[in-house]
Structure formats: structure tokens, C-alpha cells
């Protein structure tokens, strides 16, 4: 099991910013596909930003251009870097990793979630 805490959550007003982080307990970012994951109160759980383990990033379309998925394998850390947030950005986000050598389709190791807040 991959250990991931993640930080940076907070309120802020729209058009601001917030950087998360996911610090993982071991070296596990090289190896897998890494993930940020937001839900709302009353909706489905819906992808963010995913970078493989070759450094390519995906994004929702609803955050192209304003967010910016990156990591530090040095460190073990994951980012997310949120720029002109809306309200509709409100959400507990939530890091997650996948397998070891997997690709970004399942990803069976979560952290509890920081929250975000725009308004």
C-alpha cells in the first residue's frame, strides 16, 4: 500500500490560486501514474490532472489552462497548481496513485483528501 498525504487545501476567492501537494511514503512516483481527483457535496468523483510515468499530463477540460499537474520524484511529491480558481472548483481533492508500471487507468492507492473552497 502507497501512504499519500495531501496538503494545501484551502479557501480562497475567485480568481485566485492554490498549490496542493501529496507527499508519498516511499519512492513511489517514478514508477506509476499519479492522479489529483476532486468531488463536490452531491456529485461523482471525477478526474483532474494525471501525469504518467513518462512526464505526460492529461487534464478535465474544466481546468485546461488553469491548473498544472507536476511532481518531484526527488522528493516524492506530487503538485497541483490551481490558477484562476472558480467556485465551481469547490471540491475535497484527492491524490492517488497507480501501479507499479501501470498505466492511468486504475488507481487503487488514495489519500484522505484536502479541501478546496472558492468563494
Known amino acids: 500500500h502507497v501512504q499519500l498525504v495531501e496538503s494545501g487545501g484551502g479557501s480562497v476567492q475567485p480568481g485566485g490560486s492554490l498549490r496542493l501537494s501529496c507527499a508519498a511514503a516511499?519512492?513511489?512516483?517514478?514508477?506509476?501514474?499519479m492522479g489529483w481527483f476532486r468531488q463536490a457535496p452531491g456529485k461523482e468523483r471525477e478526474g483532474v490532472a494525471k501525469?504518467?510515468?513518462?512526464?505526460?499530463?492529461s487534464y478535465a477540460d474544466s481546468v485546461k489552462g488553469r491548473f498544472t499537474i507536476s511532481k518531484d520524484d526527488a522528493k516524492n511529491t506530487l503538485y497541483l497548481q490551481m490558477s484562476s480558481l472558480k467556485p465551481e472548483d469547490t471540491a475535497m481533492y484527492y491524490c492517488?496513485?497507480?501501479?507499479?508500471?501501470?498505466?492511468?487507468?486504475?488507481?487503487?492507492?488514495w489519500g484522505q483528501g484536502t479541501q478546496v473552497t472558492v468563494s
Open positions: 516511499e519512492n513511489a512516483l517514478s514508477s506509476r501514474c
Open positions: 501525469i504518467d510515468r513518462g512526464g505526460s499530463k
Open positions: 492517488a496513485a497507480g501501479r507499479v508500471f501501470g498505466y492511468c487507468t486504475s488507481f487503487p492507492h
